[in-house]
């Protein structure tokens, strides 16, 4: 009796380890049955894990009598069947291909991630109690979903998502008529595809409530797809982002959704309007429309309709209107349910309603990038449960209200990019303790200024600041010291002045983003710093000085436009490998240019630009394999351009040598560049011909700059077969010979397009420039780089005609032949460009009339045609009375305003309007009395004014004559004096 007591007593501690075996299997999925499954069952498991790769080892324990204790097999616990299988792999599964044996073998990679490929065994039919199949997040390497799987009539839930499968989905999953929740999506990054012939096959799935295609090709099937999709009643939440959907029908003859609370329709490919059906599901909680090229209006929704939604996106689109018709849709609620609300990046306008702040419950307001105009409702401040409103990148104005202050939660403030006016205080900031991201900005320079007390220390805690063009200033902002968070750092034009605080580069280390440019910022840089991972360092436009930093982790970096002096260090290689755009432009560098430099392997843009460095331009150069982009421009860099440079830089795309004394001829195998746009080598002291460029370089090439060398030779017919140059300056050479006439077949001439693009990642730094002298004056050009085609041949020795040609070139903005030796007359068709702004032909030798079409050349801004043989009369009207007699002086044969020579005769009748000359002789009639009869008209009303006024009224004619009688005395005795003077001096000399 008393050993069965102590026995009792002892039971539970010895089930202890039992239980301590147990619960690691309940924690993996793995029930604790007490019934062994199955042996058929058990051999089908083993013979799918004979089909697949397990390279981790992931399926080890898939050995023992039962197979219910497996990884990822659960059991029914009365009979034992197998009913759950989940190898959802835990882990990122790449495209692995066939190199699982390799990656074994590398003594690298001493982790694999727990990953499936291969076969999936048909011995799953063995299954037969089988409602829960999970494949999902493996890598099956393209091969095609089993066909067989349409034979597992008890499954209820299958999810094959991101398991890189391809191929034609199977029609035969159509017979899974238990099925609730099928999940297909497929992976937008993987190099397979998963595609559907037809949709049909989804009508045999009525129990389903959970449907998910994303990413599927559904464009063969996806003809009346709504209606197709439409017979599943019992759906609640359907999933086709991606699918490359093209249809979306405006009217559905009825709408069956009566259980559907989450549609998301994002990434297709629409092209058409919201339809109105849509917001007739009143079931809906989710609608998402995310990039899926719709336009137009929102639809009127009737008010009240969309009182259950708790979630609207429809950003990235092209949608148009204000935003009213949404707002009724989403009022007259007793509560409203919306909780995020997301229309940025799109083109709605209008002033924002209201009635925002009637949403309570709502958290996300992203209305950015849009035209949104007018202030901010001061009801938003009602909005307590709001965590992010981003307002930025519209057209709003006003001050920016304090009610903002009011929303407590608020971890995202974005107000970037808009008119704000008026003051940021305290008020505004004093209670958002959570807030994490700031971002503020005008476009209206310190239109917006932030005003705050000496010792205030906000209570929030802040990761992320950017404000721009806002008076912070003048001294740099103390309480952004007590911002222990802060990993990105924007203060870009907020005329902030002095030195940058010691305690701001101790938090170098934390920071991924420094922006403090354009801002009048004393003192010196530290030589030694280290930033975040691939940091953004940009301090542009200040008045810091130093020798050039060398910090670590800086992966791009402007220094342009400050005090920064000495050389270039020889180990800037070592220090700053991490480097992809260096911007030190506009300093005092001296000295060579070190191989180091090119030594950066990952340098993608260089622009050392305006300094004073010397020496050999390319000597001890290696090669640059990303580098895009090199501005070397203003400096003393000398040498030769070697044959080589394009093999030492195989990816340039724009090249900037102007201005530097680089000598030597041009060899052709420099240009053979097959990814140059841009060639700029003016101003240095080149010489010999233009040489031959391969066709492969020249098709890319887009900007072609070599004036002030000492170029010879004829210009090359091959420029012609360019197919988007639009700017060529060959100006200030010794060229010789006619202008091609195959100038008018160059292609870049006749669009305006967008030829390069710096890469989006530099366009918050800068964007490139090239220097071109236009309208008498040297210009420069970056953002409307591509607005400008031009042709500059001036100062050459050029002969011949004009080829009429050239006029082909419809929208040419500037054409300069000046100082060459150029004969013939103007082309009479040259009024065919309509979109000239600057038309020099100057000092050459040309003849004949101006074309009386020029004066229909509305855009024309800039002419000269001085000091040539140019006669007749000078056309009038339109573009032509706004230029000064300098335009024309040097041609003795020109007459007509603005020059002070009359027309002895009219000449300049219009000889392209042959039928209407009797016409235009009678307007010129016309006009011509309507000129002298307005010459009458004024000496009448001029006359009558004065001497009018003098017969009325006698005291001003009394005193007007006693005027006249002083100054005719005055005369008299001033014309004695002279002459008695000059008698008395020709008395002497004689």
């Given at each position: 009796m008393v050993t069965m007591k102590a026995f009792s007593l002892l039971l539970p501690l010895l089930s202890l380890p039992l239980l301590s075996q147990l619960l690691p299997l309940e924690a993996n999925g793995i029930t604790s049955n007490t019934t062994n499954c199955p042996v058929k069952e058990k051999r089908a498991l083993l013979k799918l894990k004979a089909g697949l790769k397990d390279p981790s080892g992931w399926l080890s324990s898939w050995t023992g009598r039962d197979c219910c204790k497996w990884v990822g097999v659960s059991c029914d616990n009365d009979t034992g069947h197998v009913v759950k299988l989940d190898l959802r792999s835990p882990d990122i599964c790449d495209d692995m291909g066939d190199d699982d044996d390799d990656a074994s073998?590398?003594?690298?990679?001493?982790?694999?991630?727990?990953?499936?490929?291969?076969?999936?065994?048909?011995?799953?039919?063995?299954?037969?109690?089988?409602?829960?199949?999970?494949?999902?997040?493996?890598?099956?390497?393209?091969?095609?979903?089993?066909?067989?799987?349409?034979?597992?009539?008890?499954?209820?839930?299958?999810?094959?998502?991101?398991?890189?499968?391809?191929?034609?989905?199977?029609?035969?999953?159509?017979?899974l008529s238990n099925l609730h929740y099928l999940d297909l999506t497929f992976d937008f990054y993987s190099r397979q595809e998963l595609r559907v012939s037809d949709l049909n096959w989804l009508s045999g799935l009525f129990s389903l409530n959970y449907l998910n295609l994303e990413g599927v090709n559904l464009r063969k099937g996806s003809a009346r797809w709504p209606e197709k999709l439409d017979m599943l009643s019992s759906l609640t939440e359907l999933h086709l982002a991606g699918c490359q959907l093209t249809e979306f029908p405006e009217s559905l003859s009825f709408v069956n959704f009566t259980s559907l609370s989450v549609l998301d329709l994002s990434s297709n490919n629409f092209n058409s309007t919201m339809p109105r059906w849509l917001f007739n599901i009143t079931t809906l909680l989710e609608l998402t429309l995310i990039n899926s090229e719709l336009k137009g209006s929102i639809p009127a929704v009737a008010e009240g309709a969309l009182c259950k939604l708790q979630q609207l996106d429809l950003s990235f689109n092209n949608l148009t209107g204000d935003i009213s018709e949404l707002a009724v849709g989403l009022s007259g609620c007793k509560s409203s349910s919306l909780e995020k609300l997301d229309l940025s990046t799109n083109k709605f306008n209008g002033p924002l309603p209201d009635s925002l702040g009637l949403h309570r419950c709502l958290r996300v307001l992203r209305l950015s990038q849009n035209s949104f105009w007018g202030p901010i409702p001061s009801s938003v401040g009602n909005l307590s449960r709001l965590v992010e409103l981003d307002l930025s990148f519209n057209k709003m104005n006003g001050t920016i209200p304090e009610s903002?202050?009011?929303?407590?939660?608020?971890?995202?403030?974005?107000?970037?990019?808009?008119?704000?006016?008026?003051?940021?205080?305290?008020?505004?900031?004093?209670?958002?303790?959570?807030?994490?991201?700031?971002?503020?900005?005008?476009?209206?320079?310190?239109?917006?200024?932030?005003?705050?007390?000496?010792?205030?220390?906000?209570?929030?805690?802040?990761?992320?600041?950017?404000?721009?063009?806002?008076?912070?200033?003048?001294?740099?902002?103390?309480?952004?010291?007590?911002?222990?968070?802060?990993?990105?750092?924007?203060?870009?034009?907020?005329?902030?002045?002095?030195?940058?605080?010691?305690?701001?580069?101790?938090?170098?280390?934390?920071?991924?983003?420094?922006?403090?440019?354009?801002?009048?910022?004393?003192?010196?840089?530290?030589?030694?710093?280290?930033?975040?991972?691939?940091?953004?360092?940009?301090?542009a436009s200040n008045r810091l000085e130093g020798s050039f930093p060398l910090w670590l982790n800086v992966n791009q970096l402007s220094l342009r436009n400050n005090l920064v002096s000495g050389t270039i260090p020889a180990n800037v290689d070592r220090h700053m490998s991490a480097l992809k755009y260096l911007d030190v432009a506009n300093n005092s560098l001296t000295g060579d240019l070190p191989s180091s430099v090119s030594k950066l392997k990952?340098?993608?843009?260089?622009?050392?630009?305006?300094?004073?460095?010397?020496?050999?331009?390319?000597?001890?150069?290696?090669?640059?394999?990303?580098?895009?982009?090199?501005?070397?421009?203003?400096?003393?860099?000398?040498?030769?351009?070697?044959?080589?440079?394009?093999?030492?830089?195989?990816?340039?795309?724009w090249l900037e040598l102007s201005t530097n004394n680089i000598s030597g001829e041009l060899p052709s195998c420099s240009l053979n560049c097959t990814r140059l746009y841009t060639l700029d080598l003016g101003k240095n002291r080149l010489h010999g011909i233009i040489p031959q460029w391969t066709k492969e370089s020249l098709n890319s090439l887009s900007e072609l700059i070599l004036r002030s060398n000492s170029f010879s030779g004829r210009i090359p017919e091959q420029l012609c077969n360019s197919l988007n140059l639009h700017v060529l300056d060959l100006a200030n050479n010794n060229l010789f010979g006619s202008i091609p006439r195959c100038f008018g077949n160059m292609l870049g001439m006749k669009s305006l397009e967008p030829y390069y693009q710096l890469p989006l990642e530099f366009h918050s730094f800068y964007s490139g420039s090239i220097e071109l002298n236009m309208k008498g004056r040297s210009m420069e050009y970056n953002i409307l780089i591509p607005l400008v085609n031009m042709i500059d041949l001036s100062r050459n020795n050029l002969s011949g005609e004009i080829p009429p040609e050239i006029s082909n070139l419809s929208t040419l903005k500037a054409l300069i032949l000046s100082n060459n030796q150029l004969t013939g007359s103007i082309p009479g068709n040259i009024s065919w460009l309509k979109q000239l702004e600057t038309l020099d032909l100057s000092f050459n030798h040309l003849s004949g009339q101006i074309p009386p079409g020029m004066s229909s050349m509305t855009f024309l801004n800039g002419l000269n045609l001085s000091y040539n043989n140019l006669e007749g009369e000078i056309p009038g009207g339109n573009q032509f009375t706004t230029f000064g007699p300098s335009s024309f002086e040097g041609n003795p044969g020109l007459c007509g305003l603005p020059l002070w020579r009359n027309c002895s005769t009219p000449t300049g009748l219009d000889t392209q309007d042959h039928d209407g000359k009797d016409k235009g002789n009678e307007e010129d009639d016309h006009g011509e009395l309507w000129f002298y009869a307005s010459i009458v008209l004024g000496f009448l009303v001029g006359f009558w004014s004065v001497c009018g006024t003098l017969v009325i009224k006698r005291s001003w004619r009394q005193a007007y004559f006693r005027f006249a009688e002083k100054m005719k005395d005055k005369l008299y005795l001033a014309v004695q004096l002279k002459t008695a003077r000059l008698r008395r001096n020709w008395g002497n000399r004689a």
């Amino acid at each position: 009796m008393v050993t069965m007591k102590a026995f009792s007593l002892l039971l539970p501690l010895l089930s202890l380890p039992l239980l301590s075996q147990l619960l690691p299997l309940e924690a993996n999925g793995i029930t604790s049955n007490t019934t062994n499954c199955p042996v058929k069952e058990k051999r089908a498991l083993l013979k799918l894990k004979a089909g697949l790769k397990d390279p981790s080892g992931w399926l080890s324990s898939w050995t023992g009598r039962d197979c219910c204790k497996w990884v990822g097999v659960s059991c029914d616990n009365d009979t034992g069947h197998v009913v759950k299988l989940d190898l959802r792999s835990p882990d990122i599964c790449d495209d692995m291909g066939d190199d699982d044996d390799d990656a074994s073998e590398s003594a690298q990679e001493d982790y694999k991630p727990m990953c499936l490929s291969g076969q999936v065994s048909p011995s799953l039919l063995a299954l037969k109690h089988l409602t829960y199949l999970d494949l999902s997040h493996n890598n099956f390497q393209g091969n095609p979903i089993p066909s067989f799987l349409g034979s597992l009539k008890t499954l209820t839930y299958l999810n094959l998502s991101q398991a890189s499968f391809g191929g034609l989905v199977p029609p035969q999953l159509g017979n899974l008529s238990n099925l609730h929740y099928l999940d297909l999506t497929f992976d937008f990054y993987s190099r397979q595809e998963l595609r559907v012939s037809d949709l049909n096959w989804l009508s045999g799935l009525f129990s389903l409530n959970y449907l998910n295609l994303e990413g599927v090709n559904l464009r063969k099937g996806s003809a009346r797809w709504p209606e197709k999709l439409d017979m599943l009643s019992s759906l609640t939440e359907l999933h086709l982002a991606g699918c490359q959907l093209t249809e979306f029908p405006e009217s559905l003859s009825f709408v069956n959704f009566t259980s559907l609370s989450v549609l998301d329709l994002s990434s297709n490919n629409f092209n058409s309007t919201m339809p109105r059906w849509l917001f007739n599901i009143t079931t809906l909680l989710e609608l998402t429309l995310i990039n899926s090229e719709l336009k137009g209006s929102i639809p009127a929704v009737a008010e009240g309709a969309l009182c259950k939604l708790q979630q609207l996106d429809l950003s990235f689109n092209n949608l148009t209107g204000d935003i009213s018709e949404l707002a009724v849709g989403l009022s007259g609620c007793k509560s409203s349910s919306l909780e995020k609300l997301d229309l940025s990046t799109n083109k709605f306008n209008g002033p924002l309603p209201d009635s925002l702040g009637l949403h309570r419950c709502l958290r996300v307001l992203r209305l950015s990038q849009n035209s949104f105009w007018g202030p901010i409702p001061s009801s938003v401040g009602n909005l307590s449960r709001l965590v992010e409103l981003d307002l930025s990148f519209n057209k709003m104005n006003g001050t920016i209200p304090e009610s903002i202050g009011r929303l407590s939660n608020l971890t995202t403030l974005g107000l970037y990019s808009n008119s704000w006016e008026g003051f940021v205080t305290e008020s505004h900031l004093r209670n958002l303790k959570e807030l994490e991201i700031l971002k503020i900005s005008s476009y209206r320079a310190s239109s917006l200024k932030f005003r705050s007390t000496h010792g205030w220390v906000p209570e929030f805690n802040l990761s992320f600041i950017a404000i721009k063009n806002c008076q912070l200033g003048p001294e740099f902002p103390k309480w952004l010291k007590n911002q222990k968070k802060l990993s990105s750092m924007t203060l870009s034009g907020a005329e902030i002045s002095g030195t940058v605080p010691d305690w701001l580069w101790k938090l170098s280390q934390q920071l991924g983003t420094l922006d403090l440019s354009e801002n009048r910022m004393v003192g010196k840089l530290p030589r030694f710093l280290e930033f975040g991972f691939e940091a953004i360092v940009n301090l542009a436009s200040n008045r810091l000085e130093g020798s050039f930093p060398l910090w670590l982790n800086v992966n791009q970096l402007s220094l342009r436009n400050n005090l920064v002096s000495g050389t270039i260090p020889a180990n800037v290689d070592r220090h700053m490998s991490a480097l992809k755009y260096l911007d030190v432009a506009n300093n005092s560098l001296t000295g060579d240019l070190p191989s180091s430099v090119s030594k950066l392997k990952n340098l993608v843009y260089l622009d050392l630009s305006n300094n004073a460095l010397s020496g050999d331009i390319y000597v001890g150069w290696t090669v640059m394999p990303k580098l895009k982009i090199l501005d070397l421009s203003k400096n003393n860099f000398s040498g030769h351009i070697p044959c080589q440079m394009c093999s030492l830089l195989p990816s340039l795309e724009w090249l900037e040598l102007s201005t530097n004394n680089i000598s030597g001829e041009l060899p052709s195998c420099s240009l053979n560049c097959t990814r140059l746009y841009t060639l700029d080598l003016g101003k240095n002291r080149l010489h010999g011909i233009i040489p031959q460029w391969t066709k492969e370089s020249l098709n890319s090439l887009s900007e072609l700059i070599l004036r002030s060398n000492s170029f010879s030779g004829r210009i090359p017919e091959q420029l012609c077969n360019s197919l988007n140059l639009h700017v060529l300056d060959l100006a200030n050479n010794n060229l010789f010979g006619s202008i091609p006439r195959c100038f008018g077949n160059m292609l870049g001439m006749k669009s305006l397009e967008p030829y390069y693009q710096l890469p989006l990642e530099f366009h918050s730094f800068y964007s490139g420039s090239i220097e071109l002298n236009m309208k008498g004056r040297s210009m420069e050009y970056n953002i409307l780089i591509p607005l400008v085609n031009m042709i500059d041949l001036s100062r050459n020795n050029l002969s011949g005609e004009i080829p009429p040609e050239i006029s082909n070139l419809s929208t040419l903005k500037a054409l300069i032949l000046s100082n060459n030796q150029l004969t013939g007359s103007i082309p009479g068709n040259i009024s065919w460009l309509k979109q000239l702004e600057t038309l020099d032909l100057s000092f050459n030798h040309l003849s004949g009339q101006i074309p009386p079409g020029m004066s229909s050349m509305t855009f024309l801004n800039g002419l000269n045609l001085s000091y040539n043989n140019l006669e007749g009369e000078i056309p009038g009207g339109n573009q032509f009375t706004t230029f000064g007699p300098s335009s024309f002086e040097g041609n003795p044969g020109l007459c007509g305003l603005p020059l002070w020579r009359n027309c002895s005769t009219p000449t300049g009748l219009d000889t392209q309007d042959h039928d209407g000359k009797d016409k235009g002789n009678e307007e010129d009639d016309h006009g011509e009395l309507w000129f002298y009869a307005s010459i009458v008209l004024g000496f009448l009303v001029g006359f009558w004014s004065v001497c009018g006024t003098l017969v009325i009224k006698r005291s001003w004619r009394q005193a007007y004559f006693r005027f006249a009688e002083k100054m005719k005395d005055k005369l008299y005795l001033a014309v004695q004096l002279k002459t008695a003077r000059l008698r008395r001096n020709w008395g002497n000399r004689a």
